[in-house]
Structures are given as C-alpha cells and as structure tokens.
Nanobody, 126 residues
Framework: QVQLVESGGGLVQAGGSLRLSCAASGRTFSSYAMGWFRQAPGKEREFVAAISRSGGTYYADSVKGRFTISRDNTKNTAYLQMNSLKPEDTAVYYC????????????????????WGQGTQVTVSS
C-alpha cells in the first residue's frame, strides 16, 4: 500500500505557474502508474494527466501544451508543472497511483487508480 501527499497548491494570477508535488511512501514507487485529477466546486472529478511506469505521458485536451507531468523515482515523487494557468483551472488537485497498470500503459479514468492523496487547492484569479 502507498500513501500519497500532495503539496504546492495556492493562489496565482491568470497566466502564472505552479508546480504540484505528490510524495509517495514506500520503496516501490517506480512500480506505480501515476495520475493527476482535479475537482472544481459542483463538478465531478476529472482526469488531468497521467504518467506510466515507463515514463509515457498523456494529457486531457484542456491542459495539453500547458501542463507537464513527470516523476522522479529516486525521490518517490510525481510532479505536475502547470503553466499559463486560467481561472477555469481552479480546483482541488489530487494525485493517484496504481499497481494494476503495467509497463507503458496509462490510466485516464478514476477507476484505474487504487490510491489517492488528500488533494491540494489551486485557485487562479482573473
């Protein structure tokens, strides 16, 4: 089992940047496929980005070209670099992990993931 702790959220003006971190417990971080999701008030949690065990990435159309997901297996940490932020990016951001997706495969649905962090708030002002 893995525990996930997000950090790096905050308040930023439109056009600004933030980098979210997701620190994972345990010694098998490299075995997990990782994902980032977000949930705005009154909306369902939605997929943002994912990275496979082998480092392949996939993004929601709404963030493609602006966000970058990465991982550092030596630090047991996944990252979400968010540039050119827009007010519509305002949400609680969650990282997620799973052992069930192997190799280069990527999960883009909530059901793909078994473990979730507590979330970090990102607010983008106009």
């Amino acid at each position: 089992q893995v525990q996930l702790v997000e950090s790096g959220g905050g308040l930023v003006q439109a056009g600004g940047s933030l980098r979210l971190s997701c620190a994972a417990s345990g010694r098998t971080f490299s075995s997990y496929a990782m994902g980032w999701f977000r949930q705005a008030p009154g909306k369902e949690r939605e997929f943002v980005a994912a990275i496979s065990r082998s480092g392949g990435t996939y993004y929601a159309d709404s963030v493609k070209g602006r966000f970058t997901i990465s991982r550092d297996n030596t630090k047991n940490t996944a990252y979400l670099q968010m540039n050119s932020l827009k007010p519509e990016d305002t949400a609680v951001y969650y990282c997620a992990a799973t052992l069930s997706i192997s190799g280069s495969l990527i999960g883009i649905t909530r059901l793909s993931y078994d473990y979730w962090g507590q979330g970090t708030q990102v607010t983008v002002s106009s």
